[in-house]
């Protein structure tokens, strides 16, 4: 079966780090781009970020810019997102999304996880 | 950045009545890199179509989509019960994806 399962999130104070983790199975990780894409709680979806399938190619949205780092470990079947500077806007849903390419841009995402809720407050 | 714009914000229907959804861009969408989604309470999205018009694996053929440029449109020709729920239109022809802000289509 082909699975994302998402981990990592939890309450974190502003200007403090968090890291998520997305395990991939039932399919060859690296054979495709991967995205995380987020959602405020009763907003809609936003897009945060992309990898290729080599991490040669990696886009970020304005808004995390500078902040977070996304990254993959092929031998892992593992998506990574590094999330530094946090801040109360960035509390939401995180979901882990697989590209139907290998690379992040020019193709929808067909697969996504559960997502991991991740809260900045104080 | 390119902004989705989607219409109504909701649309309140009966099952079997055909639902026309709208999603308009502020900028050319290249090549017509414009996918539907569709999300149900306390569930992830689902792929429904991508490339504006071709549906995904296992969605059923009410489920249509059209349009280029900057007008692209979800057409669900009769409503099934499971069908009411949240529909995102996604840009992925820059480097910056960009979904629409949603349109909830709800049991009238």
């Known amino acids: 079966e082909v699975q994302l399962v998402e981990s990592g999130g939890g309450l974190v104070q502003p200007g403090r780090s968090l890291r998520l983790s997305c395990a991939a199975s039932g399919f060859t990780f690296d054979d495709y781009a991967m995205h995380w894409v987020r959602q405020a709680p009763g907003k809609g979806l936003e897009w945060v970020s992309g990898i290729s399938w080599n991490s040669g190619t990696i886009g970020y949205a304005d808004s995390v810019k500078g902040r977070f780092t996304i990254s993959r470990d092929n031998a892992k079947n593992s998506l990574y997102l590094q999330m530094n500077s946090l801040r109360p806007e960035d509390t939401a849903l995180y979901y882990c999304?697989?590209?139907?390419?290998?690379?992040?841009?020019?193709?929808?995402?067909?697969?996504w996880g559960q997502g991991t809720m991740v809260t900045v407050s104080s | 950045e390119i902004v989705l714009t989607q219409s109504p914000g909701t649309l309140s229907l009966s099952p079997g009545e055909r639902a026309t959804l709208s999603c308009r861009a502020s900028q050319s969408v290249s090549s017509n890199y414009l996918a539907w989604y569709q999300q149900k309470p306390g569930q992830a999205p689902r792929l429904l179509i991508y490339a504006a018009s071709i549906r995904a694996t296992g969605i059923p053929d009410r489920f249509s989509g059209s349009g280029s440029g900057t007008d692209f449109t979800l057409t669900i020709s009769r409503l099934e019960p499971e069908d009411f729920a949240v529909y995102y239109c996604?840009?992925?022809?820059?480097?910056?994806?960009?979904f629409g802000g949603g349109t909830k289509v709800e049991i009238k």
């Open positions: 999304a697989r590209d139907m390419g290998s690379s992040p841009t020019h193709d929808a995402f067909d697969i």
């Open positions: 996604q840009q992925y022809g820059s480097s910056l994806h960009t």
